[in-house]
T-cell receptor, first 111, second 115 residues
Framework: GIQVEQSPPDLILQEGANSTLRCNFSDSVNNLQWFHQNPWGQLINLFYIPSGTKQNGRLSATTVATERYSLLYISSSQTTDSGVYFCAVHEAQGGSEKLVFGKGTKLTVNP | DTGVSQDPRHKITKRGQNVTFRCDPISEHNRLYWYRQTLGQGPEFLTYFQNEAQLEKSRLLSDRFSAERPKGSFSTLEIQRTEQGDSAMYLC?????????????FGSGTQLSVL
């Protein structure tokens, strides 16, 4: 099955800093989503982005499907951005409807 | 949208007991998923329904696990003869089909502890 690798595994920032999280996947995808899991465990959908670029406030995401990676940018980070960020993909040719998750990037934003 | 609801939030049980969890998806979503998450890992797919039909099951889902979605609305996940290795967060998610509508929305999860 498809493999999803996220980097870095851990990231510590000072409030106000910018960051880039990366998601690499091993095969063609037709669905890619980014999630934020807050410290209370709730998973929030940030982006549906199988290709191209989207922006939502201080967050933006870019997926280059032909090169099998996606990037999540967080600008002017705030303490409320802390948590784990997951990338999840749906394999285009796999015949399955499941989203496969990476292991996540744990972000800590210090005041 | 009222969001995806899961009940209970926490469940503590003794090894060998049966447990059942409930998920109420967003009302207009026809797809419903169950995932399991352990500490430090991403969610792992268990099973998926489109309306009332269970269309896919992970090999992780042993015969002690069963899921239903009668009438294509709420879903239940039952674990029989629980084992300590079943301890995890059980997450339910729902979505529509097609394109942007495939965005997955998760509930708050049921944290299961098997003693």
């Amino acid at each position: 099955g498809i493999q999803v690798e996220q980097s870095p595994p851990d990231l510590i920032l000072q409030e106000g800093a910018n960051s880039t999280l990366r998601c690499n996947f091993s095969d063609s995808v037709n669905n890619l989503q980014w999630f934020h899991q807050n410290p209370w465990g709730q998973l929030i959908n940030l982006f549906y982005i199988p290709s191209g670029t989207k922006q939502n406030g201080r967050l933006s995401a870019t997926t280059v499907a032909t090169e099998r990676y996606s990037l999540l940018y967080i600008s002017s980070s705030q303490t409320t951005d802390s948590g784990v960020y997951f990338c999840a993909v749906h394999e285009a040719q796999g015949g399955s409807e499941k989203l496969v998750f990476g292991k996540g990037t744990k972000l800590t934003v210090n005041p | 949208d009222t969001g995806v609801s899961q009940d209970p939030r926490h469940k503590i049980t003794k090894r060998g007991q049966n447990v059942t969890f409930r998920c109420d998806p967003i009302s207009e979503h026809n797809r419903l998923y169950w995932y399991r998450q352990t500490l430090g890992q991403g969610p792992e797919f268990l099973t998926y329904f489109q309306n009332e039909a269970q269309l896919e099951k992970s090999r992780l889902l042993s015969d002690r696990f069963s899921a239903e979605r009668p009438k294509g609305s709420f879903s239940t996940l039952e674990i029989q003869r629980t084992e300590q290795g079943d301890s995890a967060m059980y997450l339910c998610a729902s979505s529509r089909t097609r394109g942007e509508n495939e965005k997955l929305f998760f509930g708050s999860g049921t944290q299961l502890s098997v003693l």
